[in-house]
Every structure is written in structure tokens, then in C-alpha cells.
């Protein structure tokens, strides 16, 4: 890495956009922590993009115990990219009960991605304060530093 700048991806989606201002603190955080991020809307990213990334960041919010469509068709996507060994990270915002695990699996055990623990979930409620936002800030921070170690 020396020379050259970590890159990522963030890749999320959102309904009532708590999820997207999460993704906007983490990514100040990472650029922070001196990567460079890319980010797209789930639906809006493709397999090209994970090309030559040192980390993949997803984020999603729950809705019926679950994770939306458009994330599990990215997270099956990934599968043909080679992303063993690569960072991986996940969030997202929910009310009760957060389902985070079933990005975090796959990445982990499937991938064989070397993921950032433990990953970042926010209620809602969370999110307005500026401890919130700083927590999400701190997380994106901490995932660039993680690149850079590598
Ligand atoms: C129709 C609906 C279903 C929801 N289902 C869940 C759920 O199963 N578990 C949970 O923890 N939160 C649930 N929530 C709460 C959302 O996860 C929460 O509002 C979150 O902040 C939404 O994130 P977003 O703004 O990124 O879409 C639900 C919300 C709505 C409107």
C-alpha cells in the first residue's frame, strides 16, 4: 500500500434515509483515516466495481426481520469477485432488532473476508444526536485504519 491510497467501496440502501446518513459519517470517517471511498446505492453498484478494493462496507437497514432485496442481490453478486482476504464491514440502521449477522456472515465465512468487528448498528433515535453521528465517524475510521495495516 505504500504509495498508493486504500480504496473502498460503500454500498447501502435505505428507505427513510437513516441508513444513507449513516453512510455519509462513516465515509467522512474513512476519507479521515486517509482511504479513498466510492458510493453507491445497491442497486446502482456492479461487480466491476469491486476491482482492486481493499474494502467492501455494506449497509442496510431492517425491515421484517430482514435485509432488503436490493443488498442480498449485491452481497450475491460479490460472490464473483475474489474478496478472500479483503476488509469487510457492515451497518445499519433499525428499530428493535437489527439483522447485520446475515451480511456479516457470508462476507466472513463465505468470502473469506477479514471483517471489522463489531460492526456498526444505530437506532434511529441515535442518530440525531452528534454522539450518533460521531460513533458512525469513529467506525469509518476505524475500517480505514484496517486497510492501512494491511
Ligand atoms: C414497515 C417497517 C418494518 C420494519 N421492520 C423492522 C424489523 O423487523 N426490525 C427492526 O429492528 N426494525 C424494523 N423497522 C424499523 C426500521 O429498521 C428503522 O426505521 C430504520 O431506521 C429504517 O432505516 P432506513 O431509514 O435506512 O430505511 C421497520 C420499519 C418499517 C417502516
Redesign the pocket.
Same mark, same amino acid.
Given at each position: 500500500m505504500i504509495g498508493e491510497m486504500a480504496k473502498a467501496i460503500l454500498v447501502y440502501d *435505505? @428507505? !427513510? /434515509? /437513516? *441508513?444513507?446518513l449513516m453512510a455519509k459519517e462513516i465515509e467522512k470517517g474513512m476519507k479521515e483515516a486517509g482511504a479513498e471511498v466510492v458510493v453507491k446505492k445497491a442497486l446502482d453498484a456492479k461487480i466491476e466495481d469491486l476491482k482492486e478494493v481493499d474494502a467492501v462496507v455494506l449497509g442496510c437497514? *431492517?425491515? !421484517?426481520?430482514?435485509l432488503l432485496s436490493s443488498i442480498k442481490w449485491f452481497l450475491t453478486e460479490m460472490r464473483k469477485a475474489d474478496l478472500k482476504g479483503r476488509v469487510g464491514a457492515v451497518f445499519?440502521? !433499525?428499530?428493535? #432488532?437489527? @439483522?447485520l449477522e446475515q451480511m456479516y456472515a457470508p462476507m466472513k465465512n463465505i468470502f473469506g473476508m477479514e471483517m471489522v468487528d463489531p460492526s456498526l448498528k444505530k #437506532?434511529?433515535t441515535e442518530l440525531i444526536t452528534e454522539e450518533g453521528k460521531g460513533e458512525c465517524r469513529e467506525f469509518g475510521k476505524k475500517i480505514g485504519d484496517k486497510i492501512k495495516k494491511k
Open positions: *435505505t @428507505v !427513510y /434515509n /437513516n *441508513t444513507e437497514p *431492517t425491515y !421484517y426481520d430482514d445499519g440502521s !433499525y428499530g428493535w #432488532k437489527a @439483522v #437506532k434511529m
